[in-house]
């Protein structure tokens, strides 16, 4: 029985726009980058790219463009003409019947900017809790209201089904100075990494956020790099 090599894993990214306090995102910069860089480069065995999106740096205002983006690589290869999507604000968590076995193993990657890190950081879980230090770029600013209402109480976590530990692993032999976190803020990024969660959880997908420093302590060459060993790092699990 021979190798059937490298699972072949198809992974989406989204970055972020600016926000208070942040004027050039890192993220939007390697998100709006990612394809040029590895059409030259090349991508790691096991490894598409799907989509690059940046978001809005909003939160339940801009929940239905949210979903859009998370559903955006699953719609073009099912066929199922009965299915029905209903995009729903107001905290509450967009539904989409779908048949998990049309489309191959996927993977939602979320980077998002930690203004004064010094390393990366692998995003173990979320909080049903949206308290946003100022108002998002729509101007929302919510004290101790739940991401996804009737997903339990505030105090309700979400944990990323990648093997985290694996993935930091890797990255560590690849010499790059990360750590894994247990606590992704209650801002925007906690916001979107919630919902991709539930929503990965709904169809049977992975989804992971990684927070990266701004440009000014790791350069942009040198993160570049890094998330296309990410890239490698999440496949190398599946």
């Not at 968590?93 to 489309?103: L, Q």
């Not at 998002?136 to 105090?155: A, F, K, T």
């Not at 956020?209 to 790791?218: D, E, L, M, T, Y």
């Amino acid at each position: 029985m021979g190798s059937e090599g490298p699972k072949s894993v198809r992974i989406n990214v989204t970055g972020f726009k600016k926000f208070h306090g942040v004027d050039a995102n890192p993220t939007e910069t390697i998100v709006k980058n990612l394809k040029n860089y590895v059409d030259s480069r090349g991508l790691p065995p096991g490894v598409t790219l799907g989509t690059c999106a940046v978001l809005e740096t909003a939160g339940d205002g801009a929940v239905s463009e949210l979903y859009k983006v998370l559903d955006s690589g699953i719609s073009s290869r099912t066929n199922s003409s009965n299915e029905k999507v209903v995009w729903v604000s107001q905290n509450s968590f967009a539904c989409r019947r779908i048949n998990h076995d049309t489309f191959g193993s996927s993977c939602r990657l979320h980077l998002g900017v930690s203004k004064g890190a010094l390393k990366f950081a692998l995003e173990r879980q979320a909080v049903n809790e949206a308290t946003f230090c100022s108002p998002d770029e729509l101007g929302w600013q919510p004290q101790q209201l739940p991401v996804i209402l009737g997903d339990g109480g505030i105090s309700q976590t979400r944990m990323t089904s990648c093997p985290i530990e694996a993935i930091f692993e890797f990255l560590k032999r690849k010499g790059y100075d990360a750590n894994i976190s247990n606590d992704a803020g209650r801002f925007v990024c906690n916001f979107v990494y919630y919902h991709s969660l539930k929503f990965a959880e709904q169809k049977g997908h992975k989804s992971l956020f990684v927070h990266i420093p701004p440009f000014s302590r790791v350069d942009e060459k040198t993160q570049m790099q890094f998330i296309v060993e990410l890239l490698e790092a999440i496949a190398s699990t599946y």
